[in-house]
C-alpha cells in the first residue's frame, strides 16, 4: 500500500470463502461473510499486519425475490468489477485436472479508523487464456456442484497462497483459514516445504512445520458446514499427486463418522457420512493447524465433541462496533463517549447516557427502518408499536416460525397486553427446499395474523438492511434448535445499538445473557448428555415470557426497559465486538 505496511512486512493471511465489504461488493452470502469483513476491519483498526483473501464472483450470490406466497426466485447479481475493485497486475497459475489455470487478482483496501489499511485480494479466473469451464469458476458463491466446489476451494487454497508469493507476499507466519473452505492453503505450504528442502515430495517433518504456520476457525457444528468431497474428485482435480495420498491419515473421515455416531441427537448422519474415503475439509484443516478455535465458549465444547481427541479453543465471535451501530448512535457515543472507535471498551459508559437521548437515537433508527418497510411493502408500521425483528438465513435449525406457533395466542397476548408487530428477513441456500418452505410458512402466517398483528417479510436481505433491522426494532427474537447455533452475530449488532435479545440460550447469548438486564432467555439451555429442551416448553416460555415480562415492560414501565437498553450496550456491545475478539486472536493464536 502506498502509506501503508510493505507486503513484506505483512504476517498474518487471512482466507475466507466469502468476505463482506459493501452491502453492493456481491462478495458474501451471510454470517460468514460479514465476519471476515468485521475481522478485516478491526485488524485495520488495530493496525494489525494483516492481508486477507477471497475469490471474485461475477455473479454474486444470487438477488432474493419473492412470491405472493413467499415463493423464493434467484436471480444472479450484476455488478461492475471496476466499480469496486482495482486491478492487480501480478498472476499466479495452479494446475486442475491436468490444465494449466491462471488467475489474476482485484484489490480492495480496508482503511482503518487511525489511518491504518489491510488489503483484501479477490481471485479471478475469468482470464481469455483458461478454458470456458474455467472462466466460470471464480462466478457464483456456493453455486455448481461438487466438482465446482472443490475447484473453488483449490483456487482460494493453492491459488490464494500462490498469488500472496506474486504479490510480494514472502514472510507470511500465520495463515488463517475461516472456516474448512481454505483447508487447501496447507497443501500448498508442504508443497513449499518440501521444495525448500530439495524434496519432491512431502514428508510427515513437513506437516509439523506446517501445522506451526496454520489457525483454523470452524463455525458450526451442522454437518452441511464440513465440506467433503469423494476422493475420486480430488484425484480428479490432482492426477499427479499421488504423494498427498501418502497423508491419507491427514485427510480421512473414518474418524468423523465413528464420533457423529455418537451424537445422534443433534446431528443428520445422512448427511454427514458418505460411504467410502472422502477428502474432509475439516480434517485437513483440524490435523494441519497448530491453533484450531470454535466461535463461541459452547461451540467449543461442542467440536470438542465432534472432533474428540483435538485441541479445540473457543474464541467467541464479534462484530465491528462503527460498522453496525445506527449513525444516531454513532452521533450519541461520539457526544458522550469520545474514542469509543478506538477503543470499545468504552462503551461500558453508556450505563450513564442519558435515558432521554437513547430513546431518541433509538425512534430516529425505528424511523429509518419502519421507512424502509414502507417503501418496500407499502405497510405503514406504527413507531410507538413493539417491534420484534428476526433476520437470519431461512434454514431449519433456525426455527424463523418458533414465534408463530400458535397464532391465536399470539393475537390474544397483542390485544390484551399491548400491539405488536413484525418484521422478518433472510434468504434461504437455492439448495435448501427447507429453508424455502418455512419463508412460505412464515407467508401463510402472516396471511393468519390478519391485522391483529402487522407482519412483514422483507426480501433480499443484505449487509446494509441487516444494519437497519438490528438498529431499528424494539427486541432482537432468535429462536435456534440447541446446539446448533455456534455463535450467531446479529444480536451482537443489536446490542451496539440498545436493542436487547430475546433468545434461546445457545451460540452467545449463554455469555451475553442476563436474564432482565441484558436481555431475555427462552427456555433451557441445552445439555450435553439430556438432548435438546423440549419444543412445546421453549413455545410456553417465548409466549409467557413476551406476555408477562417484555411487553408490560415496555408498554408501562420505559424506565425499566431503557435500563435493559443501557446494559445491553454496556455489557454486551463494549465485549461482543472485533475488536476484543481479535486481540484474543492475537494474544492466542497469532503471536504465540
Ligand atoms: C449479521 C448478518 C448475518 C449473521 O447473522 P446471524 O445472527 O449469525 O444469523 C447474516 N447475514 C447478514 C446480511 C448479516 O448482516
Redesign the pocket.
Known amino acids: 500500500m502506498q502509506d501503508g505496511i510493505k507486503p513484506s512486512k505483512r504476517s498474518i493471511a487471512y482466507f475466507s470463502m466469502e468476505i ?1 465489504l459493501e452491502s453492493a461488493l456481491p462478495s ?1 452470502s ?2 460468514l461473510g ?1 465476519l471476515a469483513g468485521d475481522t478485516i476491519r478491526a485488524a485495520a483498526d488495530m493496525g494489525l499486519p494483516m492481508v486477507g483473501l477471497s475469490l471474485l464472483y461475477r455473479k454474486g450470490y444470487f438477488r432474493q425475490e419473492l412470491g405472493e406466497d413467499g415463493t423464493q426466485v434467484e436471480h444472479a447479481v450484476a455488478w461492475r468489477v471496476e466499480d469496486f475493485l482495482k486491478e492487480e497486475e501480478s498472476r499466479a497459475s495452479l494446475s486442475i485436472e491436468g490444465r494449466r489455470v491462471w488467475l489474476r487478482c482485484w484489490r480492495y483496501d480496508v482503511k482503518g479508523v487511525r489511518g491504518d489499511g489491510v488489503p483484501v485480494y479477490f481471485l479471478d479466473a475469468d482470464l481469455p487464456e483458461n478454458s470456458d469451464f474455467d472462466r466460470g469458476l471464480t462466478g457464483s458463491l456456493y453455486g455448481g456442484d461438487t466438482f465446482y466446489r472443490l475447484c473453488q476451494e483449490v483456487i482460494l487454497g493453492v491459488g490464494g497462497v500462490r498469488m500472496l508469493r506474486a504479490l510480494g507476499y514472502t514472510r507470511i507466519r500465520r495463515y488463517h483459514m475461516n472456516e474448512g473452505h481454505a483447508g487447501l492453503l496447507a497443501l500448498q505450504l508442504l508443497d513449499e516445504e518440501a521444495e525448500k528442502a530439495g524434496r519432491a515430495s512431502v514428508r510427515k517433518r513437513d506437516v509439523e512445520n506446517v501445522r506451526r504456520k496454520c489457525v483454523f476457525t470452524t463455525h458450526t457444528p451442522v454437518p452441511a458446514g464440513h465440506d467433503q468431497f469423494p476422493m475420486s474428485l480430488v484425484t480428479r482435480v490432482f492426477p499427479n499427486r499421488e504423494d498427498f495420498f501418502d497423508l491419507k491419515d491427514v485427510f480421512c473421515a473414518d474418524l468423523m463418522k465413528q464420533i457423529l455416531r455418537e451424537h445422534r441427537e443433534f446431528l443428520d448422519l445422512k448427511e454427514a457420512v458418505q460411504a467410502g474415503t472422502s477428502l474432509n475439509m475439516t480434517y485437513l484443516a483440524l490435523n494441519l493447524s497448530g491453533f484450531v478455535n470454535g466461535v463461541a465458549k459452547q461451540h467449543g465444547e461442542v467440536s470438542r465433541m465432534m472432533f474428540n481427541g483435538y485441541d479445540i479453543a473457543a474464541i467467541t465471535n464479534g ?1 465491528h462496533a462503527a460498522t453496525w451501530t445506527s449513525p444516531t448512535f454513532q452521533k450519541l457515543y461520539d457526544t458522550h463517549i469520545p474514542g469509543w472507535r478506538e477503543d470499545n471498551f468504552c462503551l461500558r459508559a453508556a450505563l450513564g447516557l442519558p435515558a432521554q437521548e437513547v430513546w431518541s437515537a433509538h425512534q430516529a433508527a425505528k424511523k429509518t427502518l419502519l421507512d424502509v418497510v414502507s417503501q418496500r411493502t407499502g405497510t405503514q408500521m406504527d413507531p410507538e408499536m413493539f417491534t420484534i425483528g428476526f ?3 431461512a434454514t431449519g435449525y ?1 426455527r424463523a416460525d418458533l414465534l408463530l406457533s400458535d397464532i391465536e395466542r399470539l393475537k390474544r397476548i397483542a390485544a390484551a397486553v399491548g400491539k405488536v408487530q413484525i418484521i422478518y428477513a433472510g434468504k434461504a441456500h437455492p439448495n435448501d427446499p427447507g429453508g424455502k418452505e418455512i419463508i412460505r410458512r412464515l407467508f401463510a402466517a402472516k396471511r393468519a395474523l390478519g391485522n391483529d398483528v402487522a407482519m412483514v417479510y422483507l426480501d433480499d ?3 446494509d ?3 437497519k433491522i ?1 438498529a431499528g426494532v424494539d427486541v432482537w427474537l ?1 429462536t435456534p434448535q440447541p446446539p446448533l447455533e455456534a ?5 451482537m ?1 443489536a446490542a451496539l445499538n440498545g436493542v436487547p435479545s430475546f433468545s434461546i440460550l445457545d451460540g452467545w447469548w449463554i455469555e451475553g445473557h442476563i436474564e432482565g438486564v441484558t436481555g431475555w432467555s427462552i427456555g433451557n439451555s441445552w445439555r450435553e448428555g439430556q438432548g435438546a429442551p423440549e419444543h412445546a416448553a421453549e413455545v410456553e416460555s417465548l409466549y409467557q415470557k413476551l406476555e408477562s415480562v417484555i411487553l408490560p415492560l415496555f408498554y408501562g414501565q420505559r424506565d425499566g426497559y431503557l435500563e435493559v437498553m443501557k446494559h445491553a450496550i454496556a455489557l454486551n456491545g463494549s465485549f461482543f465486538n472485533t475488536q476484543r475478539m481479535l486481540q484474543q486472536y492475537v494474544t492466542d493464536a497469532y503471536f504465540r
Not at 487 to 491: A, E, I, K, P, Q
Request: aromatic content about 12%.
Open positions: 463482506a458474501y451471510g454470517g460479514v462484530v433476520a437470519r438465513r433456525k436481505y443484505s449487509f438492511l441487516g444494519a438490528t432468535n455463535s450467531g452475530t446479529s444480536g449488532k
